[in-house]
């Protein structure tokens, strides 16, 4: 599969699963794929979840303004979505739900089962597309919140180091 | 029983301790590890009952651990709470001597229904 139906693909599913996991888990309220963007604005931050699948290395990120990402950290936390959070734990609970998706997602797509998930990185700024990469970048509300799924792939190695 | 939880998420390590508390298993004792690593460590001190993991952790994953207590032969009651729910992680977890599998996202119910075939 060339990257780019590989990202075509990933970021279908990818948009799904947070599409279906703001409905349950998060209890956001309705979600709607409001169309795919040429990159995502450089003022959105968000967790990425870097995977490994038989057709090649990839990144999965969800991205918001800082609002928006502090309601989706609050809204795993069973929190009010404008309620006050450190950063460290906005970081490791939005981490947490790129983690959920990228594990919903291995089941979403044709051998998808196969694929290994990496570790959640946040990034307080959209990561730079590497040269030759495909990128995929779709609008989302889930609920009041707006968001960003991104998929690049093929992923840069420097994403896959072990913690 | 002891109950020790072990997630690299802080806030994952929260919601299953409230699920379980929501699940009737609020009268148990609960500890926490952030991965495999530390899990190990904490089962050769205090010796829980029943560990529930994640899966994808760093340092040393759940799989690792479970295949590292058995590899001493430790008997703990040992389950997956892990966002990967492939047959193939199922299987793989079953043959390295997992008890149960629940995926995330998960209810209170979903615990207490995996946790009530190993907890008398």
Redesign the interface.
Known sequence: MTPVALADEWAAAAAAVTGELSESMLGLGEHEVLGPVERPDRELCGAYLPMHTTEGALYVGILSDTSGIRALANALLGEDLDAEIAEPELIDAVGEVANIVGGQMKSQVPNGGTAQLGLPIFAWKPVETPSGAQQRALRLRLGSVNATIVVVSPAPSTLFKKE | MRILIVD?????R??VR?ALRQAGFGSHDFSEAANGKEALDQIHQQAPDVVLSDW????MSGIELLTALRGEECSVKFGFV???????MKQAAIDAGASFFV???FTPEALEEALSGVIG
């Open positions: 690299d998420s802080k806030a994952m929260g919601l409230r994808n952790m760093p340092e892990t966002s990967e729910g492939t047959p193939e995926t995330k996202p």
